[in-house]
């Protein structure tokens, strides 16, 4: 439910974003697949019908770039996944590199240091290990008190840890907290599945979130609410988990990476998540236009269109609705706040916009924001 008024309004102070050095284009990924189809087709198949293609991925989805943890692995028709050293415990987690490279952008974009920060809370699709938290493991690279943990809603997982992060604020545990995204989305995915092998990205994402009473005036985003909701669905689903190796003739099936019915989830998810946001307007005794901006989720460029449309009644223009997916790709739950971080700065004082999030579960989580 929403909250129609926040005690101790809260705040956006800072943002982050760490982007990958690698990237792979359309170009490169089908070249990769196709030769991978070529060497593993069964005999007197028609391979013609089994490739992909630049022109299939941008119809499906609008992607023409992904920025990746590795490339030469994802590119390797022999092995179609990264190629990643595993580190020995006393060095610093690929995962927790990425949140710390994000926090430290975010930090310096609210003007605070590492020990003004009294929380941590790494929320994304997929965590490194089951333990020690990574969040733990960022808060004692960086020389934050106070505590931290793991979340996980899959796609919506920022939206919701901004949520948990305001009600540590409200009860008084925290004053300020550091919500970080990191996503190697790169390693979960089948790039060998013609359906999905384009969809995903790697990135890393933060959020400085503040009491407004220990904000600098002016400055940031106030959050006017939250609106969290999750429906139960079995069309975007992973099972990867610890209960894998007791099953031995299953432990290395397909549905061990991520699945889904794209045509299930694009009719279901579309309308649930333009009801969501239009119900949270409402609320406010708002309309669409008093909405500057649409920072929603990364999937799929038809999904955003269509949402947006639902929303404002009519098309949105890329400055009402920034998409950044063809650079990026989908990089689940950094999607939303890496459109934030790249389309605020035309925002002037006043401005109302919302952040939403959508994905496997269903779940769907949006922010109502004012710039300051």
Not at 292 to 321: D, F, P, Y
Request: net charge negative; proline share 3%.
């Amino acid at each position: 439910m929403s909250q129609k008024t926040l005690k101790n309004n809260c705040v956006i102070t800072g943002t982050g974003l760490f982007t990958p050095s690698e990237s792979i284009n359309n170009e490169e990924l089908v070249n990769a697949f196709n030769q991978y189809i070529d060497k593993h087709a069964d005999a007197g198949l028609d391979k013609s019908k089994l490739y992909s293609s630049e022109a299939f991925i941008i119809k499906a989805s609008g992607i023409e770039n992904r920025h990746v943890i590795n490339k030469s692995g994802i590119l390797n028709p022999e092995r179609m996944c990264p190629e990643l050293t595993e580190r020995s415990d006393d060095q610093l987690s690929i995962q927790a590199e990425m949140a710390v490279i994000a926090a430290e952008k975010a930090l310096i974009k609210a003007d605070l240091k590492p020990e003004d920060i009294d929380s941590v809370i790494v929320a994304c699709s997929n965590l490194q290990r089951p333990y020690p938290a990574v969040s733990i493991e960022v808060q004692e690279h960086l020389g934050i008190q106070g505590f931290a943990y793991d979340m996980n809603v899959a796609c919506s997982s920022a939206t919701f840890g901004v949520a948990n992060a305001i009600a540590s604020i409200q009860s008084g545990q925290a004053q300020r907290v550091l919500v970080i995204n990191p996503e190697i989305c790169s390693g979960h995915l089948d790039f060998s599945d013609r359906d999905c092998h384009f969809i995903f990205g790697d990135a890393a994402t933060a959020l400085v979130i503040e009491s407004e009473e220990t904000a600098p005036p002016n400055h940031g985003f106030a959050i006017l609410d939250t609106k969290l909701a999750t429906r139960f669905s079995n069309n975007i689903r992973n099972n990867a988990g610890f209960l894998n190796r007791t099953s031995e003739e299953t432990q290395f099936a397909r549905d061990k990476l991520f699945m889904q019915n794209g045509r299930k989830v694009f009719k279901e998810v579309c309308p649930l998540a333009a009801e969501h946001i239009t119900t949270q307007i409402n609320d406010h005794k708002m309309t669409a236009s008093d909405i500057k901006k649409l920072w929603l989720h990364q999937a799929n460029l038809s999904m955003n269109q269509l949402i947006a449309k639902k929303v404002l009644g009519r098309e949105a223009t890329e400055e009402e609705a920034p998409i950044i997916l063809n650079e990026y790709a989908n990089t689940s739950s950094a999607g939303s706040i890496i459109a934030f971080h790249l389309h605020q700065d035309d925002c002037q004082q006043g401005d109302i916009g919302v952040i939403c999030s959508f994905g496997a579960g269903y779940s769907i989580g949006s922010l109502l924001v004012k710039k300051r």
